[in-house]
């Protein structure tokens, strides 16, 4: 089946700083890749649709300055959050579209923690 | 946009009864339906889903049902198992993306 890749699992930053989080597609190509944002005990909300080739797309209230989404090849998308803020831990989630007849894909998700 | 709505937000079953949980959605175009099961610290898993041209399906203990008229869907868990103590998620869209409803926690008690 079709299998998304997210590193790394947990990441622990100093307020300031940045991380980068990569999703690899790794038996298929993915143009698309959806980034969610999920806080302790709700949904994941979508933050932004990374594309290949093109600008990301970022849903409304989300910061394109902090939150850097590259779609760098067919099978590798990144985001990059910088100055990094307490307010920014969360779990990160990448998810591709539908391929091959395959639901949606996702990672298995980055717990990072601002301190 | 879509806005899908997920009741209840927390559930508690005997094990071996059933669970079913209930979703809303309201943009009629969504043609793709699908429920996740999150353990913790994880990402979300698939555990069923079903297309707009379809009214119910069925894998084993789990089914899903799904009313456009009404715009609502429905998970159904039977002979619930300990394992099956988890989040459960829905959600709606198509091939664009997805938007999920608010979660439920489902607890089976031994």
């Known amino acids: 089946g079709a299998v998304v890749s997210q590193h790394p699992s947990r990441v622990i930053c100093k307020s300031g700083t940045s991380v980068k989080i990569e999703c690899r597609s790794l038996?298929?190509?993915?143009?698309?890749m959806f980034w969610y944002r999920q806080f302790p005990k709700q949904s994941l909300m979508l933050m932004a649709t990374?594309?290949?080739?093109?600008?990301?797309?970022?849903e409304q209230g989300v910061e394109k300055d902090k939150f850097l989404i590259n779609h760098a090849s067919l099978t590798l998308s990144t985001l990059t959050v910088t100055s990094a803020h307490p307010e920014d831990s969360s779990f990160y989630i990448c998810s591709a579209p539908p391929n091959r007849g395959y639901g949606y894909t996702f990672g298995s998700g980055t717990r990072l923690t601002v301190v | 946009g879509e806005n899908v709505e997920q009741h209840p937000s927390t559930l508690s079953v005997q094990e071996g009864d059933s669970a079913v949980i209930k979703c809303t959605y309201s943009?009629?175009?969504?043609?793709?339906f699908p429920w996740y099961k999150q353990e913790l610290g994880k990402g979300p898993q698939l555990i069923i889903d079903i297309r707009s041209n379809v009214g119910e399906k069925k894998d084993q203990r789990i089914a899903v049902t799904l009313n456009k008229t009404a715009k609502h869907f429905s998970l159904h868990i039977t002979e619930t198992q300990p394992e099956d103590s988890a989040v459960y998620f829905c959600a709606a869209g198509g091939n664009e993306k997805l938007t999920f409803g608010t979660g439920t926690r489902l607890t089976i008690i031994p």
């Open positions: 990374s594309n290949e080739g093109s600008k990301a797309t970022y």
């Open positions: 943009d009629s175009a969504s043609n793709y």
């Open positions: 038996d298929f190509q993915a143009t698309t």
